[in-house]
């Protein structure tokens, strides 16, 4: 099982999209039966489309959980 959180994708953490990459090639290497994504994983904003397009590159079942910014906003 992959398990990332707290990414923070977007203005607030401006090497997410790198981590985001390392994790997601890691994981296709491994290909575990699924991905947990615990929450913040981004902020609404445009740059999440980002974060987004990087987790539709792989296929890999997934699972998300919805963090306080991207409920509260978006």
Same mark, same amino acid.
């Given at each position: 099982?992959?398990?990332?959180?707290?990414? *923070?994708?977007?203005?607030? !953490?401006?090497? /997410?999209k790198e981590r985001l990459e390392v994790f997601a090639k890691?994981?296709?290497?491994?290909?575990?039966?699924d991905v947990i994504q615990l929450?913040?994983?981004? *902020?609404?904003?445009?740059? !999440?489309?980002? /974060?987004?397009?990087?987790?539709?590159?792989?296929?890999?079942?997934?699972?998300?959980?919805?963090?306080?910014?991207?409920?509260?906003?978006?």
């Amino acid at each position: 099982m992959g398990i990332i959180t707290d990414l *923070h994708f977007g203005n607030l !953490a401006p090497d /997410a999209k790198e981590r985001l990459e390392v994790f997601a090639k890691a994981v296709a290497k491994e290909k575990p039966d699924d991905v947990i994504q615990l929450g913040d994983f981004c *902020h609404p904003e445009e740059q !999440a489309k980002k /974060a987004d397009a990087v987790m539709e590159l792989y296929a890999f079942p997934q699972v998300s959980c919805t963090g306080e910014p991207r409920y509260g906003q978006g």
